[in-house]
């Protein structure tokens, strides 16, 4: 016990004479080292997607600083600001009523011809000049927001209900884009809008029904439009192609009375050519020839042609009356 | 040497530490005003390094030079037209006159409260000259959303820049709504409006349908007569054609037409049900009698 005590405070003794002889020496060194220490305090570095700002005693003197790694002085003299001039930010906006709260706030916009609607609303935008963002403005995403709301309220009230839930949503986010832009730029804010999306537009619940029954009444008229169309397409070809056959048909029956005609003509022609060369035999020929094809079907009574001096049967009528 | 060391070292925190006391920055984004035992000597706008006498002689008070936000409440007006509409607007502010501001106003809180007392009054006067078709309107160019708030910003700098150094730069109305009463009655004329729409969609589709049926069904007609009459001509032409070549050749021989003509007719005539009564003494039996060997007449 005794011993290791007189062996520490000669430790001790050892080890002052040893760094005494050189504690001046030690603190230059320790000095130098923290003052190198302090200038490479002023290393730093910006990355690809920011642009760096230099301010000297506050004051700005360099703008625009490149990604990369820099030097500047150290604190308390230069200070870096550094923006991300590069990345899109993405802010949503809703003029929209979530039933789950307590509702005192009306979100909705109010259209021109004085209907209601919700919408949300995506606005993508940029840091344009790095200055005016960090030096113009004090919260740069509640101006944006604010902006962008006066942009839609402005936009809205000019325009109808049917147009902006159907045909015009592309030229109102093109108005509100340029609306806000406006008020942005007039502001100084540099800030840059990259795109708006109308990501939803609803008429209020309680009028919601009503609204799906037009798009259903559009989609009925189409569809009976579509039906009538339809059956004009069915009747016209078939009107067509009847026509077609009772024309036909009318030539067919043409071209047959003409070849009939023809027929029989030439065969009376040539009946009649040889008739002349013998008249009687060849008339009387045919007479009794057509008797022979006829009577044998009919009934017959021969009687003697008068009597009681009357004529009781025109026989006239079989007979040649040559 | 150790002394003289150590002395170096001492000095050179003094230095550094009256510095510390003594220069101060004035930021970008900053005004800076000097005050003497609470009196101000000095107002300084642009950035850099300025000094002053150490603290309790001398104070640095700081000021925002950015532009900042501010929205009022949702509160009800009415327009010329005695129609009640509730406006929410943000006011884009900023000091502008930082002595002004300090003597008059403070702090921001309290700027907040100045503008809203400002702007909100103005805003209840000048909706009170335009009509309710001034805001809201399917006519683009009566929608005078943008001279209202021009005219707000205008009024408001008057009695803002001059009293209390602050400038408003846009005010710009960022909701609007309708009271809960009107609300009630715009749906009731919502739906109406819907289903007169939904009924006249459903009309117009119909007269449409009927109108294409029509045609179709006219068109449909007219075809086929237009094939009847054609038809007709053709057939008629095959019946004179026919009559024609008929008549030509039967007009050689009149007498022997009308013979065999008959004698065909003869084959058409007559059949099973038939009653033939003949006279004995017809031609045809002439050959019966014994007397009548003649051949001939």
């Given at each position: 016990?005794?011993?290791?005590?007189?062996?520490?405070?000669?430790?001790?003794?050892?080890?002052?004479?040893?760094?005494?002889?050189?504690?001046?020496?030690?603190?230059r060194?320790?000095?130098i080292?923290?003052?190198?220490?302090?200038?490479?305090?002023?290393?730093?570095?910006?990355?690809?997607?920011?642009?760096?700002?230099?301010?000297?005693?506050?004051?700005?003197?360099?703008?625009?600083?490149?990604?990369?790694?820099h030097?500047?002085?150290?604190?308390?003299?230069?200070?870096?600001?550094?923006?991300?001039?590069?990345?899109v930010?993405?802010?949503?906006?809703?003029?929209?009523s979530?039933?789950?709260?307590?509702d005192?706030?009306?979100?909705?916009?109010?259209?021109?011809?004085?209907?209601?609607?919700?919408?949300?609303?995506?606005?993508?935008?940029?840091i344009?000049?790095?200055?005016s963002?960090?030096y113009?403005?004090?919260?740069?995403?509640?101006?944006?927001?604010?902006?962008?709301?006066?942009?839609?309220?402005?936009?809205?009230?000019?325009?109808?209900?049917?147009?902006?839930?159907?045909?015009?949503?592309?030229?109102?986010?093109?108005?509100?884009?340029?609306l806000?832009?406006?008020?942005?730029?007039?502001?100084?804010?540099?800030?840059?809008?990259?795109?708006?999306?109308?990501?939803?537009?609803?008429?209020?619940?309680?009028?919601?029904?009503?609204?799906?029954?037009?798009?259903?009444?559009?989609?009925?008229?189409?569809t009976?439009?579509?039906d009538a169309?339809?059956?004009?397409?069915?009747?016209?070809?078939n009107?067509?192609?009847?026509?077609?056959?009772?024309?036909?048909?009318?030539?067919?029956?043409?071209?047959?009375?003409?070849?009939?005609?023809?027929?029989?003509?030439?065969?009376?022609?040539?009946?009649?050519?040889?008739?002349?060369k013998?008249?009687?035999?060849?008339?009387?020929?045919?007479h009794?020839?057509?008797l022979?094809k006829?009577?044998?079907?009919?009934?017959?009574?021969?009687?003697?042609?008068?009597i009681?001096?009357?004529?009781?049967?025109?026989?006239?009528?079989?007979?040649?009356?040559? | 040497?150790?002394?003289?060391?150590?002395?170096?070292?001492?000095?050179?925190?003094?230095?550094?530490?009256?510095?510390?006391?003594i220069?101060?920055?004035?930021?970008?984004?900053e005004?800076?005003?000097?005050?003497?035992?609470?009196?101000?000597?000095?107002?300084?706008?642009?950035?850099?390094?300025?000094?002053?006498?150490?603290?309790?002689?001398?104070?640095?008070?700081?000021?925002?030079?950015?532009?900042?936000?501010?929205?009022?409440?949702?509160?009800?007006?009415?327009?010329?037209?005695?129609?009640?509409i509730?406006?929410?607007?943000?006011?884009?502010?900023r000091i502008?006159?930082?002595l002004?501001?300090f003597?008059?106003?403070?702090?921001?809180?309290?700027?907040?409260?100045?503008?809203?007392?400002?702007?909100?009054?103005?805003?209840?006067?000048?909706?009170?000259?335009?009509?309710?078709?001034?805001?809201?309107?399917?006519?683009?160019?009566s929608?005078?959303i943008?001279?209202?708030?021009?005219?707000?910003?205008?009024?408001?700098?008057?009695?803002?820049?001059?009293?209390?150094?602050?400038k408003?730069?846009?005010?710009?109305?960022?909701?609007?709504?309708l009271?809960q009463?009107n609300?009630?009655?715009?749906?009731?004329?919502?739906?109406?409006?819907?289903?007169?729409?939904?009924?006249?969609?459903?009309?117009?589709?119909?007269?449409?349908?009927?109108?294409?049926?029509?045609?179709?069904?006219?068109?449909?007609?007219?075809?086929?007569?237009?094939?009847?009459?054609d038809?007709?001509?053709?057939?008629?032409?095959?019946?004179?054609?026919?009559?024609?070549?008929?008549?030509?050749?039967?007009?050689?021989?009149?007498?022997?037409?009308?013979?065999?003509?008959?004698?065909?007719?003869?084959?058409?005539?007559?059949?099973?049900?038939?009653?033939?009564?003949?006279?004995?003494?017809?031609?045809?039996?002439?050959?019966?009698?014994?007397?009548?060997?003649?051949?001939?007449?």
């Amino acid at each position: 016990m005794h011993k290791d005590s007189r062996n520490l405070i000669e430790l001790k003794k050892d080890i002052l004479s040893a760094f005494s002889a050189d504690t001046h020496k030690l603190c230059r060194w320790f000095a130098i080292l923290l003052f190198g220490i302090y200038l490479l305090s002023g290393i730093y570095t910006v990355k690809t997607n920011e642009v760096g700002l230099i301010k000297r005693f506050g004051k700005l003197i360099r703008e625009n600083v490149e990604s990369g790694i820099h030097y500047r002085m150290p604190w308390p003299i230069d200070e870096v600001d550094k923006v991300k001039i590069k990345e899109v930010m993405r802010t949503e906006l809703s003029f929209w009523s979530d039933k789950t709260g307590k509702d005192t706030l009306p979100s909705y916009c109010i259209t021109g011809d004085k209907n209601i609607v919700h919408l949300k609303m995506i606005v993508n935008y940029q840091i344009k000049e790095p200055k005016s963002f960090l030096y113009e403005i004090y919260n740069s995403e509640k101006i944006l927001k604010n902006s962008m709301y006066a942009a839609m309220v402005d936009a809205i009230a000019k325009v109808n209900v049917d147009d902006i839930l159907t045909i015009a949503k592309y030229r109102f986010q093109q108005d509100i884009m340029r609306l806000c832009q406006e008020r942005l730029d007039f502001l100084g804010t540099g800030l840059e809008i990259k795109s708006v999306e109308l990501k939803n537009i609803e008429p209020p619940s309680e009028v919601l029904p009503m609204f799906k029954d037009v798009v259903n009444a559009r989609e009925d008229a189409s569809t009976m439009i579509h039906d009538a169309e339809s059956y004009s397409n069915k009747i016209i070809p078939n009107a067509q192609a009847e026509a077609a056959k009772a024309i036909s048909q009318a030539q067919a029956y043409k071209i047959k009375k003409i070849a009939y005609a023809q027929g029989e003509t030439r065969k009376f022609l040539k009946i009649l050519k040889e008739y002349k060369k013998a008249e009687d035999i060849t008339g009387f020929r045919l007479h009794v020839e057509t008797l022979e094809k006829v009577m044998p079907k009919a009934k017959k009574y021969i009687t003697g042609s008068h009597i009681n001096g009357k004529e009781i049967a025109n026989t006239k009528f079989f007979i040649n009356s040559q | 040497m150790k002394t003289g060391n150590k002395f170096l070292i001492i000095m050179l925190v003094v230095i550094v530490g009256l510095s510390f006391l003594i220069f101060y920055k004035v930021d970008e984004r900053e005004h800076v005003i000097i005050t003497q035992f609470g009196q101000p000597v000095k107002t300084i706008t642009d950035p850099g390094l300025y000094y002053k006498w150490p603290d309790p002689v001398q104070t640095v008070n700081r000021f925002e030079k950015r532009l900042m936000l501010y929205k009022t409440r949702l509160i009800e007006y009415l327009t010329q037209d005695k129609k009640n509409i509730i406006v929410q607007c943000f006011v884009c502010w900023r000091i502008d006159n930082s002595l002004g501001f300090f003597q008059a106003v403070g702090n921001n809180i309290s700027a907040t409260k100045k503008i809203d007392d400002i702007v909100c009054a103005q805003l209840g006067s000048i909706l009170g000259n335009y009509e309710m078709a001034s805001i809201i309107s399917i006519e683009k160019d009566s929608v005078k959303i943008k001279e209202i708030e021009k005219a707000i910003t205008e009024n408001s700098n008057k009695k803002t820049i001059d009293s209390y150094g602050i400038k408003i730069k846009e005010i710009g109305i960022c909701r609007l709504a309708l009271p809960q009463d009107n609300v009630e009655s715009v749906y009731k004329r919502m739906k109406s409006e819907r289903e007169s729409i939904a009924n006249k969609y459903r009309a117009e589709g119909r007269e449409k349908a009927d109108i294409i049926r029509s045609e179709a069904n006219k068109i449909q007609s007219d075809i086929l007569s237009e094939a009847y009459k054609d038809a007709e001509i053709i057939k008629g032409e095959g019946d004179a054609a026919a009559t024609k070549i008929y008549a030509e050749a039967f007009e050689k021989d009149s007498a022997f037409y009308k013979f065999i003509r008959t004698l065909e007719s003869y084959k058409r005539i007559i059949d099973d049900k038939t009653t033939v009564v003949l006279s004995s003494k017809s031609d045809l039996f002439k050959y019966l009698n014994k007397k009548t060997n003649k051949v001939g007449k």
